[in-house]
Protein backbone atom coordinates (compact mmCIF):
# COMPACT_ATOMS: atom_id res chain seq x y z
CA UNK A 1 0.00 0.00 0.00
CA UNK A 2 2.94 2.14 0.86
CA UNK A 3 4.62 1.86 -2.55
CA UNK A 4 1.40 2.59 -4.49
CA UNK A 5 1.29 5.44 -2.84
CA UNK A 6 4.59 6.49 -3.21
CA UNK A 7 4.59 5.54 -7.08
CA UNK A 8 1.16 8.03 -7.64
CA UNK A 9 2.11 10.84 -5.98
CA UNK A 10 6.10 10.12 -5.61
CA UNK A 11 6.40 11.42 -2.32
CA UNK A 12 5.78 9.73 1.25
CA UNK A 13 2.56 9.67 2.98
CA UNK A 14 3.96 11.91 6.06
CA UNK A 15 4.64 14.39 3.81
CA UNK A 16 1.82 14.74 1.52
CA UNK A 17 -0.42 15.16 4.62
CA UNK A 18 2.11 18.00 5.71
CA UNK A 19 1.67 19.41 2.41
CA UNK A 20 -2.25 18.96 2.94
CA UNK A 21 -1.88 20.81 6.01
CA UNK A 22 0.37 23.63 4.60
CA UNK A 23 -2.42 24.46 2.17
CA UNK A 24 -5.77 24.04 4.46
CA UNK A 25 -3.85 26.44 6.85
CA UNK A 26 -3.29 29.23 4.01
CA UNK A 27 -6.64 29.01 2.47
CA UNK A 28 -8.85 30.08 5.04
CA UNK A 29 -6.86 33.76 4.21
CA UNK A 30 -7.38 33.83 0.98
CA UNK A 31 -11.16 32.94 0.98
CA UNK A 32 -11.19 35.87 3.77
CA UNK A 33 -9.74 38.49 1.02
CA UNK A 34 -12.24 37.75 -1.81
CA UNK A 35 -15.30 37.89 0.70
CA UNK A 36 -14.65 41.07 2.16
CA UNK A 37 -14.25 42.49 -1.22
CA UNK A 38 -17.64 41.07 -2.32
CA UNK A 39 -19.33 42.20 1.21
CA UNK A 40 -18.06 45.60 1.06
CA UNK A 41 -18.76 46.55 -2.29
CA UNK A 42 -21.83 46.21 -3.19
CA UNK A 43 -22.76 46.33 -6.71
CA UNK A 44 -25.79 48.87 -7.42
CA UNK A 45 -26.39 47.79 -11.31
CA UNK A 46 -26.95 44.46 -10.03
CA UNK A 47 -29.58 45.69 -7.73
CA UNK A 48 -31.83 47.45 -10.56
CA UNK A 49 -31.10 45.15 -12.89
CA UNK A 50 -32.77 42.06 -10.78
CA UNK A 51 -35.55 44.39 -10.26
CA UNK A 52 -36.51 45.22 -13.30
CA UNK A 53 -36.07 41.75 -14.11
CA UNK A 54 -39.04 40.53 -11.80
CA UNK A 55 -41.16 43.64 -12.76
CA UNK A 56 -41.21 42.53 -16.86
CA UNK A 57 -41.56 39.16 -15.68
CA UNK A 58 -44.70 40.05 -13.71
CA UNK A 59 -45.90 41.73 -16.98
CA UNK A 60 -45.26 38.76 -18.87
CA UNK A 61 -48.05 36.77 -16.12
CA UNK A 62 -51.25 36.13 -17.31
CA UNK A 63 -54.21 38.59 -15.27
CA UNK A 64 -56.09 36.49 -12.82
CA UNK A 65 -59.80 37.40 -11.96
CA UNK A 66 -60.66 36.92 -8.47
CA UNK A 67 -64.52 37.11 -8.94
CA UNK A 68 -63.23 33.60 -10.81
CA UNK A 69 -61.01 32.59 -8.24
CA UNK A 70 -63.35 33.19 -5.22
CA UNK A 71 -66.64 31.83 -7.15
CA UNK A 72 -64.37 28.50 -7.60
CA UNK A 73 -63.34 28.43 -4.16
CA UNK A 74 -66.88 28.69 -3.12
CA UNK A 75 -67.92 25.80 -5.14
CA UNK A 76 -65.36 23.72 -4.15
CA UNK A 77 -66.12 24.10 -0.50
CA UNK A 78 -69.98 23.90 -1.12
CA UNK A 79 -68.43 20.37 -2.75
CA UNK A 80 -66.75 19.74 0.46
CA UNK A 81 -69.22 20.19 2.54
CA UNK A 82 -71.77 17.84 0.79
CA UNK A 83 -69.26 14.93 0.79
CA UNK A 84 -68.71 15.85 4.46
CA UNK A 85 -72.33 15.52 5.04
CA UNK A 86 -72.28 12.38 2.97
CA UNK A 87 -69.94 10.57 5.03
CA UNK A 88 -71.68 11.83 8.34
CA UNK A 89 -75.11 10.42 6.89
CA UNK A 90 -73.31 7.40 6.43
CA UNK A 91 -71.81 6.62 9.48
CA UNK A 92 -75.31 7.84 11.49
CA UNK A 93 -76.50 4.42 9.14
CA UNK A 94 -74.13 1.69 9.67
CA UNK A 95 -74.51 2.91 13.57
CA UNK A 96 -78.13 2.51 13.34
CA UNK A 97 -77.84 -0.99 11.36
CA UNK A 98 -75.29 -1.98 13.83
CA UNK A 99 -77.75 -1.10 16.90
CA UNK A 100 -80.42 -3.03 14.97
CA UNK A 101 -78.37 -6.40 14.68
CA UNK A 102 -77.06 -5.99 18.69
CA UNK A 103 -80.94 -5.59 19.44
CA UNK A 104 -81.79 -8.50 17.11
CA UNK A 105 -78.95 -10.95 19.06
CA UNK A 106 -79.81 -9.95 22.31
CA UNK A 107 -83.47 -10.82 21.83
CA UNK A 108 -82.81 -13.41 20.02
CA UNK A 109 -80.39 -14.82 23.23
CA UNK A 110 -83.33 -13.96 25.66
CA UNK A 111 -85.76 -15.95 23.43
CA UNK A 112 -83.32 -19.00 23.78
CA UNK A 113 -83.06 -18.73 27.52
CA UNK A 114 -86.64 -18.54 27.82
CA UNK A 115 -87.15 -21.39 25.66
CA UNK A 116 -84.78 -23.77 27.41
CA UNK A 117 -85.94 -22.22 30.97
CA UNK A 118 -89.36 -23.63 30.24
CA UNK A 119 -87.80 -27.36 28.94
CA UNK A 120 -86.96 -27.65 32.41
CA UNK A 121 -88.75 -28.34 34.93
CA UNK A 122 -88.46 -29.31 38.26
CA UNK A 123 -88.37 -32.75 39.99
CA UNK A 124 -88.78 -33.99 43.35
CA UNK A 125 -86.25 -35.99 44.82
CA UNK A 126 -87.18 -39.29 46.92
CA UNK A 127 -86.48 -39.14 50.60
CA UNK A 128 -82.50 -40.46 51.06
CA UNK A 129 -80.92 -40.66 54.59
CA UNK A 130 -81.27 -42.57 57.59
CA UNK A 131 -85.52 -41.88 58.66
CA UNK A 132 -86.16 -42.99 54.66
CA UNK A 133 -85.00 -46.33 54.75
CA UNK A 134 -85.88 -47.51 58.07
CA UNK A 135 -89.05 -48.74 58.26
CA UNK A 136 -91.24 -48.22 61.58
CA UNK A 137 -91.85 -51.77 62.57
CA UNK A 138 -89.72 -53.71 61.17
CA UNK A 139 -87.19 -51.34 62.98
CA UNK A 140 -88.87 -52.01 66.53
CA UNK A 141 -88.92 -56.01 65.68
CA UNK A 142 -85.32 -55.93 65.33
CA UNK A 143 -84.62 -53.81 68.12
CA UNK A 144 -87.14 -55.61 70.68
CA UNK A 145 -85.56 -59.01 69.36
CA UNK A 146 -81.88 -57.81 70.02
CA UNK A 147 -82.63 -56.98 73.25
CA UNK A 148 -84.66 -59.87 74.27
CA UNK A 149 -82.24 -62.24 72.86
Known sequence: MANQFTRQ?????????????????????????????QVVTPEVGKAEE?????MEQSELLPKVDEQAVKSADLKRIGELEAEVRNLIGQREKQREEWRKRIEEQMALGQKNQQDSKELIQPTTK??????????????????GKAMSG
Open 50 to 54: VRSRV
Open 126 to 143: RKSGFMGMVKGKQGTKEV
Open 9 to 37: FGQTAGDFAKKVAKQMVGEPLELMKNTKK
